[in-house]
C-alpha cells in the first residue's frame, strides 16, 4: 500500500470514530468553544492536537514491538 493509500485509510478511519464519536450526542469541541475567546480555543485545539499525536505515536510504538 502506498503512502497516499495509507493517509486515505487513516483519514476514512479518522472520520469515522469522529461520527461515532459525536453523533448521538452534541460535538463537545463546541461547549469548549463556548467557554473560549476564539485565541483560547485555537491555543487548546494546538495542544489537543498535539497530546492526540503523542497518544497515537505510543499506540504505533507498542504495535511494532507487539508485530516485529
Same mark, same amino acid.
Given at each position: 500500500?502506498? !503512502?497516499?493509500?495509507h493517509a486515505?485509510?487513516?483519514?476514512?478511519?479518522?472520520?469515522?470514530?469522529?461520527?461515532?464519536?459525536f453523533?448521538n450526542q452534541?460535538?463537545?469541541?463546541?461547549?469548549?468553544?463556548? !467557554?473560549?475567546?476564539?485565541e483560547e480555543?485555537?491555543v487548546?485545539?494546538?495542544?489537543?492536537?498535539?497530546?492526540?499525536?503523542?497518544l497515537?505515536?505510543?499506540?504505533i510504538r507498542?504495535?511494532?514491538?507487539?508485530?516485529?
Open positions: 500500500m502506498s !503512502s497516499p493509500e486515505r485509510l487513516a483519514q476514512n478511519a479518522a472520520e469515522i470514530l469522529f461520527d461515532e464519536a453523533s452534541a460535538n463537545p469541541l463546541d461547549v469548549i468553544a463556548d !467557554s473560549m475567546t476564539p480555543f485555537t487548546f485545539c494546538k495542544l489537543f492536537s498535539f497530546e492526540c499525536q503523542k497515537m505515536d505510543r499506540q507498542i504495535w511494532e514491538q507487539g508485530n516485529f
